[in-house]
């Protein structure tokens, strides 16, 4: 194992990027810093980090399309950093696969808090992820972060599948939004409800007339979602 957890920093504003480097290098961590998003794909492929930090806006390829790149092949933990505040980035951000979300200014200590509190989930006992789950027409693993749906391969962001994992490993067991931001993202995630409500319409949109397999994922109205599976 590692001595210590490696960040991709990747961020085009020398100022900022110098001082998370220093509180992240203070705090245990070894750092090394992009500021253009294809310099950050290089580096990913060449030294896959342990953490991103990825800014939004970059020159050249934007913060989107670099988590949308990586998400094809990795499920390394991504936090996107950004100086705008609104739903849609946010949703955005979270549909293209990003684990977390934080907006400039923000605080350095919150910022390292947020980045331990992504690795402690991302890297917790491998026995929680040996598991695969199988429904008529679904099948989920979770150790290959892999999703079949009617004998495709469905793409998934991680936090998708994980959800998808979790609601399907407690079959006909009603969840509120906050039990599934605890379970799923834990309880360090900084976001709100709406990020549980945008993975399962995403999840609904990738397994269309499920219903006829006996199984669904129902919303239990003014309580929240679960796994229904018809006996």
């Not at 750092?31 to 970059?58: C, N, S, W, Y």
């Not at 994980?162 to 976001?191: C, I, K, M, P």
Request: charged residues 30%; proline residues 5%; hydrophobic residues 40%.
């Amino acid at each position: 194992m590692k001595d210590k957890p490696f960040i991709l920093l990747v961020d085009d504003d020398p100022n900022i990027s110098r001082l998370v480097q220093l509180y992240l290098e203070k705090e245990g961590f070894e750092v090394k810093t992009a500021d253009r998003g294809d310099d950050a794909l290089a580096m990913f492929r060449k030294m896959p980090p342990d953490l991103i930090l990825l800014d939004v806006m970059l020159p050249g390829m934007d913060g989107w399309q670099v988590c949308r790149t990586i998400r094809k092949t990795s499920s390394i933990p991504i936090i996107m950093l950004t100086a705008k505040d609104e739903t849609f980035d946010k949703v955005l951000g979270l549909e293209l696969g990003a684990d977390d979300y934080i907006t400039k200014p923000f605080d350095t200590k919150e910022l390292v808090a947020r980045v331990k509190a992504v690795l402690r989930r991302t890297q917790g006992p491998e026995e929680e992820k040996t598991d695969t789950l199988s429904f008529p027409g679904l099948t989920v693993s979770l150790s290959q972060y892999e999703c079949h749906y009617e004998g495709r391969l469905i793409e998934m962001p991680p936090k998708e599948l994980e959800v998808l994992y979790f609601l399907a490993s407690h079959a006909n067991q009603v969840f509120t939004r906050e039990q599934l931001l605890e379970q799923v993202w834990g309880f360090d995630f900084f976001g709100d409800s709406r990020t549980v409500d945008v993975h399962i319409k995403r999840l609904r949109e990738k397994l269309p007339e499920c219903e006829k397999y006996g199984w669904m994922i129902r919303t239990v109205w003014g309580v929240g979602y679960k796994f229904e599976v018809r006996a």
